[in-house]
T-cell receptor
Framework: DAGVTQSPTHLIKTRGQQVTLRCSPKSGHDTVSWYQQALGQGPQFIFQYYEEEERQRGNFPDRFSGHQFPNYSSELNVNALLLGDSALYLC?????????????FGPGTRLTVL | QKEVEQDPGPLSVPEGAIVSLNCTYSNSAFQYFMWYRQYSRKGPELLMYTYSSGNKEDGRFTAQVDKSSKYISLFIRDSQPSDSATYLCAMQPGTYKYIFGTGTRLKVLA
């Protein structure tokens, strides 16, 4: 049973560029959440997608956008990159069961903005 | 003040020691509590989750929640060098987003 997969593993971009990160959820999961983890910090919630709609959003600017496809995979897009966007971007998938969801994380995409 | 406070460490212990990791929180709406382990440059791995006050045990790991004090703990018995990692507590107010602590770096010395 494949877990959560993310691509690419690493990415280097320059300020002002745009980036797209991809996530495939764990088999059987229908919900995808994205988090940003800066060095030495805990993950910060960006947004969550369910049924191809953004269901909840954290305190991130509109430069951060996403999409969920019919097969439940998801993309995170970041426009007009800033140096401060350098971080590990984590995707987590989950399935609501018995009134709760447990989020399982992928390995992350490490983004470096120069 | 952050919603979730966690001592960043590092915490160094000898092999075989009992490790105690803790988080405090301020939001009484938190209902679900998780502990994740994160090795360097990897994604977080779920260790334990609980939703009520009390203890939950799984192998060498015990998660403890005290909602009256807004305090959660993770105990690791018979710690091993392979337990060296960053331990993240996470909390959920009901549904959707998780709120994480900063993580505690643990080093178990052989």
């Amino acid at each position: 049973d494949a877990g959560v997969t993310q691509s690419p593993t690493h990415l280097i971009k320059t300020r002002g560029q745009q980036v797209t990160l991809r996530c495939s959820p764990k088999s059987g999961h229908d919900t995808v959440s994205w988090y940003q983890q800066a060095l030495g910090q805990g993950p910060q919630f960006i947004f969550q997608y369910y049924e191809e709609e953004e269901r909840q959003r954290g305190n991130f600017p509109d430069r951060f956008s996403g999409h969920q496809f019919p097969n439940y995979s998801s993309e995170l897009n970041v426009n007009a990159l800033l140096l401060g966007d350098s971080a590990l971007y984590l995707c987590a998938s989950s399935l609501f069961l018995a009134g709760r969801d447990t989020q399982y994380f992928g390995p992350g995409t490490r983004l470096t903005v120069l | 003040q952050k919603e979730v406070e966690q001592d960043p460490g590092p915490l160094s212990v000898p092999e075989g020691a009992i490790v105690s990791l803790n988080c405090t929180y301020s939001n009484s709406a938190f209902q679900y509590f998780m502990w994740y382990r994160q090795y360097s440059r990897k994604g977080p791995e779920l260790l334990m989750y609980t939703y009520s006050s009390g203890n939950k045990e799984d192998g060498r790991f015990t998660a403890q929640v005290d909602k009256s004090s807004k305090y959660i703990s993770l105990f690791i018995r018979d710690s091993q060098p392979s337990d060296s990692a960053t331990y993240l507590c996470a909390m959920q107010p009901g549904t959707y987003k998780y709120i994480f602590g900063t993580g505690t770096r643990l080093k178990v010395l052989a």
